[in-house]
């Protein structure tokens, strides 16, 4: 069954960064494009960005230029590299892949920016 596993998130002063990975099993992991989430609290979860299976990438404004998506097929990993992190970045942060309509989440990794 697909199984979706984050880690990587923790604690970070305003403008540091962190790598958040994401494993992903049961299923040919190359051929999907991959999405990173996040929800912070009180708000709705909201779209981070994409890696498609050519590798392109897409960003939500409020990331673009700071945070860095990339897939390693071989370990089936997708990554999000967070750089210049705010206090508004925290949140839980979850990947999610979508197949044949259907959407598979991960059990998220908190991300708390703070000094």
């Known amino acids: 069954q697909v199984q979706l596993v984050e880690s990587g998130g923790g604690l970070v002063q305003p403008g540091g960064s962190l790598r958040l990975s994401c494993a992903a099993s049961?299923?040919?992991?190359?051929?999907?494009?991959m999405k990173w989430y996040r929800q912070a609290p009180g708000k709705e979860r909201e779209w981070v960005a994409t890696?498609?299976?050519?590798?392109?990438?897409n960003y939500a404004d409020s990331v673009k230029g700071r945070f860095t998506i990339s897939r390693d097929n071989a370990k089936s990993t997708v990554y999000l590299q967070m750089n210049s992190l705010k206090p508004e970045d925290t949140a839980i942060y979850y990947c999610?892949?979508?197949?044949?309509?259907?959407?598979?989440w991960g059990q998220g990794t908190q991300v708390t920016v703070s000094s």
């Open positions: 049961g299923f040919t992991f190359s051929i999907y494009g």
């Open positions: 890696i498609f299976s050519t590798g392109n990438t």
């Open positions: 999610k892949v979508t197949q044949r309509g259907l959407e598979y």
